[in-house]
């Protein structure tokens, strides 16, 4: 029995879409900027960056396997988040405020060079009213 490229291809995307995806709107991993609120950290590279998220909780996720990567702020409003030591999987969450940072992998870039990013944050933190 011979199945047709038409046959094969639908099979493949319809695979493919039920994997699904760890970003909520936005570029997939690779860079090209996005709206997502879980960043992740690979081998030489932060994905989506540029990034515009909500106020609120920003998660950054080591993909595995990971050579071991810092998160390092360069600038941002008001005091800024603590900077990690190296980190080969897992996750980093931080609450950021309105306003443009920027941090980059101290091990692979520095400020606005190599692995670095920017999180552009607007608003505050949304919320949800619950009817009366």
């Given at each position: 029995?011979?199945?047709?490229?038409?046959?094969?291809?639908?099979?493949?995307?319809?695979?493919?879409?039920a994997?699904?995806?760890?970003?909520?709107?936005?570029t997939?991993?690779?860079?090209?900027?996005?709206?997502?609120?879980?960043?992740?950290?690979?081998n030489?590279?932060?994905?989506?960056?540029?990034?515009?998220?909500?106020?609120?909780?920003v998660?950054?996720?080591?993909?595995?396997?990971?050579?071991?990567?810092t998160?390092?702020?360069?600038?941002g409003?008001?005091?800024?988040p603590?900077?990690?030591?190296?980190?080969?999987?897992?996750?980093?969450?931080?609450?950021?405020?309105a306003?443009?940072?920027?941090?980059?992998?101290a091990?692979?870039?520095?400020?606005?060079?190599?692995?670095?990013?920017?999180?552009?944050?607007?608003?505050?933190?949304?919320?949800?009213?619950?009817?009366?």
């Amino acid at each position: 029995m011979r199945i047709s490229p038409a046959v094969i291809m639908t099979i493949a995307l319809a695979g493919l879409a039920a994997c699904g995806s760890t970003y909520s709107t936005g570029t997939p991993a690779g860079g090209g900027g996005g709206h997502s609120s879980i960043i992740t950290v690979g081998n030489d590279f932060f994905s989506p960056t540029p990034d515009t998220v909500s106020a609120g909780q920003v998660t950054f996720r080591w993909a595995t396997p990971s050579n071991g990567h810092t998160l390092t702020w360069d600038g941002g409003p008001g005091t800024l988040p603590t900077s990690t030591g190296v980190i080969t999987s897992g996750t980093h969450v931080v609450t950021l405020q309105a306003g443009t940072y920027q941090y980059h992998c101290a091990i692979h870039g520095g400020p606005g060079t190599g692995m670095h990013g920017t999180i552009a944050v607007i608003g505050a933190p949304q919320t949800i009213a619950q009817p009366r």
